[in-house]
Structures are given as C-alpha cells and as structure tokens.
C-alpha cells in the first residue's frame, strides 16, 4: 500500500508531462477563441472576404490578444481624432500579411444590425457613420481609411 502512495505523485507527473501538448493546444486554442464585447467583435478571416477588407489573397488569418487589441484601440481613436470622426461600433478582422505584418482590417459603424457579430456589415452611403480602415500592429500605423459617402 505504501508503494502505491509513492507511485501515484510520480505517474501523476508522468502523464501531467505526456499531456503537456495537449495542455498546450488547449491553450492556444483559447487565444484564437473569436473575442467579443459590447462594441466590437473580432471575425475569422476568410480569403473570400478579400475584396471587402482590402486584404491580399495570400494573408493568413491570425488571432488577436488583449495587448494587441489595446494597439488596434489606441491607433483606432488616433484615427478618428485625426479625421474628426466618431469611434462607434466594430468589426476586426486580422491577418498575417505576405511580409510577416499582422493587419487589423477595422469595420466602423453608427447603427448595430442584426447580425454584426457574425458576418461582415457593408453598407452604401450613410456619410461619415461608416467607415474603414487598416491598421498595421507592426508599425502601429493606419491606411486605407475609407469613409462612406452621402446619399
């Protein structure tokens, strides 16, 4: 009984230790869970949606972490303070470019539809209350910022 006492600490430590990659892909697998809350949603990047975000067909989908979307936070209000305009409701969408960047393709928008926090939102028209934008994590800069038009 006394050697079964011994044994079962060290077996434990065995299998803790031959199940560390399964440990591992269980955690990595959290990181890339899609993030949620009330004003902004992070989506899976699909190379379908290239047209729309602006992303070449070769980028690589890529998760964001609460660091990285502290950045995205940070350079968003830059650009909407730079471009007098208002910080609303969001859609992101990364990716790993062909040059190891990771973009954020940033969706804005003043009106919440239905389905925002599932699929992407494109609308025509309706002025400076929809707007997009890229912002590279690497450089911590923004381009591509399109601002819809009136009708």
Not at 24 to 29: E, G, P, T
Not at 114 to 123: A, C, E, L, T
Not at 142 to 148: R, W
Request: proline letters at 4%.
């Amino acid at each position: 009984m006394r050697i079964y006492k011994l044994l079962l600490p060290v077996l434990g430590l065995v299998l803790i230790g031959v199940d560390a990659k399964a440990q591992q892909k269980l955690i990595v697998a959290k990181k890339t869970k899609p993030i949620s809350t009330p004003n902004f949603v992070v989506l899976p990047y699909y190379a379908s949606d290239s047209d729309i975000t602006g992303f070449e067909k070769e980028a690589k989908p890529a998760p964001l972490n609460n660091e990285e979307l502290s950045k995205v936070e940070m350079v968003l209000i830059r650009a909407a303070q730079e471009n007098k305009l208002k910080v609303y409701k969001r859609q992101y969408v990364c990716v790993i470019d062909q040059h190891g960047d990771k973009l954020v393709w940033v969706n804005c928008f003043c009106h919440a539809f239905n389905d925002w926090r599932n699929s992407i939102q494109m609308v025509m028209d309706g002025g400076d209350c929809f707007y997009s934008l890229i912002i590279n994590l690497s450089t911590g800069k923004y381009t591509g910022l399109i601002v819809n038009g009136e009708a």
